[in-house]
Structure formats: structure tokens, C-alpha cells
């Protein structure tokens, strides 16, 4: 079960990440992280007439890998948690018409893989499930060609613009058992600075990732240094940096701070202030972070993604980027801890 505090669950049994996956494209070939992918793409198409067909193709590939990983069957997991960026969540939609299993699409932007973490450990701890999958997942060009402008109309990227990440993630979430731990989740609440620019996500983004981080800590009564890495997806560069002058504002440090935006694409130049996107985050979780906390080189970690929660409507009708950032704690495996 599990006890709230404040904004936060509080896992007494923790859940477990079981197994996890992670699919890419071509840029995300190319990645600092590559290695850690389980399967990449050079063809952005996926083999499909349309980009958001090939979307449907990542997400779809990261679950069945992830399930494949687990040794599970698709009739061992009672629910589906996904989202996306598409209109009507329509990846993780047309995904489900080929997986056999009850779905609850989620949407938080960016921060949907955090969002479906939460909520999957929370039915997991509740009893209400032995098997959930958590998955998210983006495309660049079905990204642009709905909230910005189509490829071939050529616009220039400004220096704050961030690249939506073509992958995805997909984590197996288990009630008990071997895995990384999920001892907490803090859900939430909706910020907005007034930023109207969607070439400037990270500025948007920042401050819901500053006010979901102090109520977990807060609520856990935890200090920032007893956390091996904060982790964030995806603030990039910009909001990066207007994260860390939030925190010192309120007195929080020391840290150590990375960002999910920042580590996927490294110092690549074309993604400006770094990646993004609902697949950014949840495959570098997959690829990256995770397989450190079951190696024992990280022992606790929090991931915050943040997610900008405009769409393409009210942009062009001048309306400011509201945002929210979603929290897990994860800790390494028990025999992980104890190395």
C-alpha cells in the first residue's frame, strides 16, 4: 500500500520495474546513449507511408520488446498506461489495436512516462494489478508538422528550440519481486510563467519541475545530496539552467542535475537546446538510467519529467504554455544496494 504525504505516495512495498525497452530512430543512432538502446532505426519511416504510422511502429516495438525481455506473455499484463503527442493520443491508440490488453491512454506531454510510472506503481501497490506496462513515445517530424510547421517548409530553429526525440520507452511494472524499486511518486501541479514562445519549451517547463521537486522534498523530508542524481526530461540547456537559479532561489543544494534533453543528443549542434518529447525522456530512462540502478552504480535517483501543456490551437490564439512535472523516486535492486 501506500501512504501519502503531502503531494507525494510514499511506497512502504515498493513496486518494481521488471524489465524495460527502448526503440530510437536515426538521430537517436547516432546518440551518446546509442549503445543502450535495444533497437534503432535508420529509417525514420519505419517501413510506414507516414510519420505517424512509424510512430505507432516505435511504440508497438518497445512494448512487445519490453514483454519479450520479461519472458511475459501479453495475457500476464492486466493494463496499458500510454501516451504520446498526437492528437487524441493516436500512436498509442493505433498501438493497442494490436496489443490484447486493457489500455487507459495517458497524456502529460513530456512528462507522460513519469505520469504512467506514478500511476502504474499506485495500482500496483494498491493490488489492483500484477502487470502493467508504462510506455510514451515521440516522432520529430509528426511532432513538427503539428504544433510547428511541416519539414518542407523549411523554417529556421531558434537557439532555445528543442528536437522532439524519434523513440520510445516502455517499462513492466510488477507489484513485488526482482527490479529497480519505485519508492515514491509526487504528481504534479500545473504552472504557468506566462512564456508564449513554443520554440522556448525549457523556459515553459522549468518552474514545474522546481515546484514538484521542493513538495517531494518536502514531503519525504529528503535533502538533495542523499539523491545520487536528479534527473529531468527534458528541460535541454535553457531550462536547465533556469531550473538550477529556481533552486538556488530557494535555498536547495548541493546536487548533481542531469537532463534527459542533454544526455541524449549530447553536444550535437542541430538539436540546439537539446531533445524532447514524450519518447526523449522515457527511452533515456530505459537505456540509461535504469540499467545503472540495476548495476549498482546509482543507488537512488529521481525522475521528474515535465511536459508543456499547450496545443496547437491555443498557441495561435496567443495563449501562455502552462506545464507540469510528474516525480518517481527509483532505488536500486535490494541485492544492488547492498554491493
Known amino acids: ?80 498506461l500510454a501516451g504520446d503527442l498526437q492528437a487524441q493520443c493516436t500512436a498509442s491508440n493505433y498501438t493497442m489495436r494490436e496489443l490484447d490488453i486493457p489500455f487507459a491512454g495517458v497524456f502529460g506531454a513530456c512528462s507522460t512516462m513519469a505520469e504512467a510510472l506514478g500511476l502504474g506503481a499506485a495500482l500496483c501497490a494498491g493490488g489492483m494489478a500484477e502487470g502493467i506496462l508504462a510506455m510514451a513515445s515521440g516522432h520529430f517530424c509528426a511532432a513538427e508538422r503539428q504544433f510547428r510547421t511541416p519539414l518542407s517548409y523549411g523554417a529556421v530553429r531558434t537557439p532555445t528550440s528543442q528536437w522532439t526525440a524519434t523513440a520510445a ?8 519481486g526482482p527490479g529497480v524499486l519505485i519508492r515514491a511518486a509526487t504528481f504534479g501541479r500545473v504552472q504557468d510563467y506566462r ?24 514531503d519525504t523530508h529528503t535533502q538533495p545530496a542523499a539523491l545520487d542524481c536528479i534527473y529531468t526530461g527534458d528541460l535541454g540547456r535553457v531550462g536547465s539552467d533556469l531550473l538550477a537559479q529556481l533552486l538556488e532561489a530557494e535555498g536547495i543544494g548541493p546536487y548533481h542535475h542531469e537532463d534527459c534533453g542533454c544526455l541524449l543528443y549530447g553536444s550535437d549542434p542541430q538539436v540546439h537546446s537539446g531533445g ?63 554491493e
Open 276 to 338: 524532447s518529447g514524450p519518447g526523449c525522456c522515457a527511452s533515456v530512462l530505459s537505456a540509461h538510467i535504469l540499467p545503472r540502478l540495476e548495476s549498482g552504480e546509482l543507488k537512488r535517483v529521481v525522475f521528474i519529467a515535465t511536459g508543456a501543456l499547450m496545443s496547437q490551437t491555443t498557441f495561435l490564439q496567443k495563449e501562455s504554455i502552462p506545464a507540469i512535472a510528474h516525480l518517481v523516486e527509483l532505488a536500486a535492486p535490494a541485492a544492488a544496494q547492498e
Open 1 to 80: 500500500m501506500a501512504q501519502r504525504h503531502g503531494d507525494t505516495l510514499i511506497f512502504s512495498a515498493p513496486p518494481v520495474i521488471a524489465a524495460h525497452a527502448a526503440v530510437g530512430g536515426k538521430k537517436e543512432s547516432r546518440s551518446p546513449l546509442a549503445e543502450g538502446f535495444d533497437e534503432l532505426s535508420r529509417d525514420n519511416r519505419l517501413g510506414q507511408k507516414t510519420w505517424e504510422a512509424a510512430e505507432k511502429v516505435l511504440q508497438l516495438r518497445a512494448g512487445r520488446l519490453c514483454l519479450q525481455k520479461a519472458g511475459a506473455a501479453e495475457r500476464s499484463v492486466n493494463l496499458v
Open 195 to 218: 512564456v508564449r514562445d513554443i520554440n522556448n519549451m525549457g523556459a515553459a517547463m522549468a518552474p514545474a519541475a522546481a515546484a514538484t521537486l521542493l513538495h517531494y522534498l518536502a
Open 169 to 176: 520507452g516502455c517499462c513492466l511494472l510488477r507489484p513485488a
